[in-house]
């Protein structure tokens, strides 16, 4: 135990000598570093999980990033980001937007690092999927599932990556249309 909280602190350290690196992430490591130079451990903890709050929105902007354009006669709100540790809302970080054409509306998500992964996984491979009306199709070569009920395609990328496409009374085409203009790789790539 103590070998790793002296490479960690000799880590840590070494991010100060780099001035290019600094931003406002090493600002609260090293903000955390006073404070447990200093035995105030309660500072130390906060510094740190400002830092991690710092990176998972940086990771949930990236995604934000990624979601698609508004096809041709819808228009895409604003993208909403969430970015929460595991104590807060079940924790992930991620995107989504919602698209608006008349009345019709459909949520493109991209979520990491969930709970609700491991649930949907399960799910889809279990045998109630299909009694509960859920289909398991091959959309651009990705295992998809589509939930009727729901209008929804749920399609997980990376092993850890939640993409999910949904519009309550839509037809399935306009569905998997928002789901193809999504770029896999690049969501792939971000969760890396």
Do not use: C, H
């Not at 404070?35 to 929105?57: F, I, S, V, W």
Request: aromatic share 6%; proline share 4%.
């Amino acid at each position: 135990m103590k070998l790793r909280v002296m490479t960690l602190w000799l880590l840590i350290a070494s991010v100060p000598i780099l001035p290019a690196w600094a931003d406002d992430v090493t600002d609260q490591i090293n903000e955390a570093l006073t404070a447990y130079g200093r035995k105030d451990l309660p500072t130390a903890m906060a510094g740190l999980e400002a830092a991690l709050n710092l990176m998972r929105q940086s990771r949930a902007d990236v995604y934000g990033a990624l979601l698609p354009a508004a096809p041709a006669g819808w228009a895409a709100d604003d993208v909403e980001t969430i970015a929460a540790g595991l104590a807060m809302a079940g924790g992930g970080t991620g995107a989504s937007r919602e698209y608006r054409k008349g009345d019709a509306t459909v949520k493109v998500s991209i979520l990491a690092d969930s709970p609700l992964l491991q649930a949907v996984s399960a799910f889809a491979s279990s045998g109630i999927a299909a009694m509960s009306g859920m289909r398991t199709l091959i959309v651009n070569g990705r295992r998809t599932l589509y939930m009727k009920d729901d209008g929804a395609y749920t399609t997980i990328v990376g092993d850890r990556i939640l993409v999910r496409v949904e519009g309550r009374g839509q037809p399935e085409d306009v569905l998997k249309q928002f789901l193809t203009a999504i770029d896999f790789v690049a969501v792939e790539k971000a969760g890396k």
